[in-house]
């Protein structure tokens, strides 16, 4: 998806939200004490799970969920699941040239699965900071879809973000910006390797939107 339209819902949610979104009972206090006392369980996916359509060249075929469960009012502990198609290397950053050109595209596709962890704690308000980890198992895919190998990805993410909420608590969405590292990448076959040695293991600022509801 282009990252000026990426950006720009980024920014109207972070303006238009706060004047409507925050549907907690002021007698609540801190917003995660209403929902600790009456919703412990949230269910959420990222925006990219709706944005599987266009062009197929370019379509990461991305699906993620996220169950998570309130251990105090400001902390929660959660289980995520997530699957993409990759058509580029990870670590090309927004800002550089290559991003979203041809020439930096992979001689096929990796598809990358796992199942993995987060934790999430409210610093003030609404405003939140999170880690996931997630193990992935790889996949690669040449040109004609035939498997050409697979590996193993170690997948680390740190978020920044505001969790705002939505009809007396039962919606939330989350916009967010995180850092994504990954240390351990595991037999690349050496058609992808020329593609990924061009690039480091760390993507800086992904802008994502987190939409789900309290249990």
């Known amino acids: 998806m282009n990252t000026t339209i990426i950006t720009s819902i980024f920014l109207c949610l972070l303006i238009a939200v706060p004047a409507e979104g925050q549907d907690v009972p002021p007698s609540s206090g801190d917003p995660g004490e209403h929902l600790f006392s009456s919703r412990r369980f949230s269910v959420s996916t990222s925006y990219l799970s709706l944005m599987n359509f266009g062009e197929e060249k370019t379509n990461t075929h991305h699906y993620e969920v996220h169950i998570k469960y309130h251990l105090t009012p400001k902390d929660k502990i959660g289980i995520k699941a997530a699957t993409w198609k990759l058509f580029a290397p990870m670590g090309i950053q927004f800002w550089e040239p290559e991003f979203l050109q041809e020439g930096s595209f992979f001689p096929g596709r990796l598809r990358e699965s796992g199942i993995g962890v987060s934790y999430q704690r409210l610093l003030c308000g609404g405003l939140f900071a999170s880690v996931e980890v997630l193990p992935l198992y790889k996949t690669y895919l040449d040109e004609g879809n035939n498997i050409v190998g697979h590996g193993f990805k170690l997948y ?60």
Do not use: S
């Open 156 to 215: 680390t993410t740190a978020h920044l973000g505001y969790h705002f909420f939505l009809l007396d608590g039962a919606m939330f969405i989350e916009p967010q910006v995180h850092c994504n590292y990954w240390p351990i990448d595991t037999n690349v076959p050496p058609a992808f390797k020329e593609a990924e040695n061009r690039r480091g293991n760390i993507f800086l600022f992904e802008p994502n939107i987190y939409l789900g509801f309290n249990l």
